[in-house]
């Protein structure tokens, strides 16, 4: 076997081992990694060796290299899903076998923006219920929530009765939303909502935007939901045509 043959190899196992470690709780979510010196000493390689073990592992996204700092566990998702699978984020936040909860920061009634018109089409009303949640797992906040809706369909008096606003729709105005038009967009740091989902400065966010439909094609529902992304991660399914 040739030097860059076993090279290779030495690289693959011990990536390998690295995850296996990873998995088996020896390194903690958020901890900081030893040196490469320490560890390329600790898993028996050359130093060049772990240094592409760890670039392939921050490429994998499982490792965070932050600058001037050093090397830390990524978080794993604990959820996982097609973003063409709708779902409130209650119902993805039990899917993961976690308890939902809910914190209020705000609901009022407000005027619509030009950009609530165009979503929600509605010029037939003055006003719109404003919400924002920060939506917890287990108690940890993982989603920071702002909802819109035509003030009419919402009872503002019965928020706090229920988790999810899809539930408290549907039960109000008997209206059932059958399908969202989705955009996703990475967010940089927000000095607001960040701090409050214990993002990292350099840490990202992911904004879902969806307007949500009836049956009969009717914009019910205009939401932002900020998704850490140390707990979610979305995929497409893509067919081929």
Do not use: W
């Not at 549907?170 to 038009?181: G, K, L, P």
């Amino acid at each position: 076997m040739s030097y860059e043959e076993n090279s290779h190899t030495d690289m693959e196992k011990t990536l390998l081992t690295l995850k296996q470690d990873i998995e088996n709780g020896f390194f903690q979510e958020k901890e900081k990694l030893p040196s490469v010196f320490e560890l390329a000493k600790n898993y028996q390689v050359s130093y060049e060796t772990m240094k592409e073990v760890i670039q392939l592992a921050v490429n994998e996204d499982i490792l965070t290299r932050r600058a001037g700092v050093g090397v830390f566990i990524n978080s794993q998702p604990i959820f996982s899903s097609g973003i063409e699978q709708l779902r409130s984020v209650t119902k993805m936040i039990q899917h993961a076998g976690k308890t939902p909860g809910t914190q209020y920061v705000s609901a009022d009634i407000v005027n619509p923006t030009k950009y609530d018109y165009q979503y929600l089409r509605s010029a037939e009303t003055d006003k719109i219920a404003k919400i924002e949640r920060v939506r917890t797992a287990d108690g940890d906040p993982v989603v920071y929530c702002i909802d819109k809706v035509n003030q009419q369909l919402l009872p503002m008096s019965q928020l706090h009765s229920k988790h999810s606003i899809f539930q408290l729709l549907e039960e109000h105005s008997e209206m059932r939303i059958s399908y969202a038009v989705a955009f996703i967009e990475p967010i940089s740091y927000d000095e607001k909502i960040s701090p409050i989902l214990n993002c990292q400065p350099d840490q990202a966010m992911l904004l879902l935007k969806q307007i949500h439909y009836t049956e009969s094609d009717e914009p019910v529902l205009f939401s932002e939901n900020y998704f850490r992304p140390d707990v979610f991660r979305f995929y497409v399914v893509r067919q081929r045509t």
